[in-house]
């Protein structure tokens, strides 16, 4: 089992919808939690930190559940600049951080 | 006023020549890695050095040598190259102290071997 899996997509969503991910994770010890996005040709970009307690921040929202072992992140009110890959990731400690292989959305007009 | 700068950001070479990538932070950062990231856009930790000292070190081939001559650089040199490391080797920085860390990435260095 890979340590951190996400589905590849894509994710063809239309402007203004409402779309969500997961990442599961194998180690139990992770415990820093994280959403990046990238865009193609780019570098990866911290979106947001996923708090045990989950976290908002405008129209996203990052949940971490640790007794099924996935984060999820949620993008309301869908707009077309939000097309990019979601990689998520995590860290276990000694700043190691795994990323997971990364969710495309494709925003429609 | 770069946080993460690379250099090349393009490298196209033959098998079997040696080659050496550059990167530089700004941020005042005390961490410092090398990420590959391949064809299918898995993206794999390489090294990790903190303090210009080596503390992670994935299953990488020996082809492979990380230095850090300060907290600010560091730099990957690859020697023999073969066609598997056509790859875009990303630079990245983050603090050491603390679990939630943000990691800034370089633009990348897209290397094709031929």
């Known amino acids: 089992r890979k340590e951190v899996e996400q589905d590849p997509g894509p994710f063809n969503v239309p402007e203004g919808a409402t779309v969500a991910f997961n990442c599961t994770y194998s180690n139990s010890a992770s415990q820093s939690f994280f959403w990046y996005r990238q865009d193609c040709r780019k570098e990866p970009k911290l979106l947001m930190s996923?708090?045990?307690s989950g976290n908002e921040d405008g129209r996203f929202t990052a949940q971490l559940n640790r007794a099924s072992q996935y984060i999820s992140l949620l993008i309301r009110d869908s707009k077309l600049s939000d097309s990019a890959t979601y990689l998520c990731?995590?860290?276990?400690?000694?700043?190691?951080?795994?990323f997971g292989t990364g969710t495309k959305l494709q925003v429609i007009p | 006023d770069t946080a993460v700068s690379q250099t090349p950001k393009y490298l196209v070479t033959q098998m079997g020549n040696d080659k050496s990538i550059k990167c530089e932070q700004n941020?005042?950062?005390?961490?410092m890695y090398w990420y590959k990231q391949d064809s299918k856009k898995f993206l794999k930790i390489m090294f990790s050095?903190?303090?210009?000292?080596?503390?992670i070190n994935e299953t990488v081939p020996n082809r492979f040598s990380p230095k850090s001559p300060d907290k600010a650089h560091l730099n990957l040199h690859i020697n023999s190259l073969e066609l598997g490391d056509s790859a875009v080797y990303f630079c990245?920085?983050?603090?050491?102290?603390?679990?939630?860390?943000?990691?800034?990435f370089g633009p990348g260095t897209r290397l094709t071997v031929l």
């Open positions: 990731a995590m860290s276990g400690g000694y700043q190691k951080v795994t």
């Open positions: 990245a920085s983050s603090l050491a102290s603390g679990s939630y860390n943000e990691q800034f």
């Open positions: 996923v708090y045990s």
């Open positions: 941020l005042g950062h005390d961490t």
């Open positions: 050095y903190n303090n210009k000292e080596l503390i």
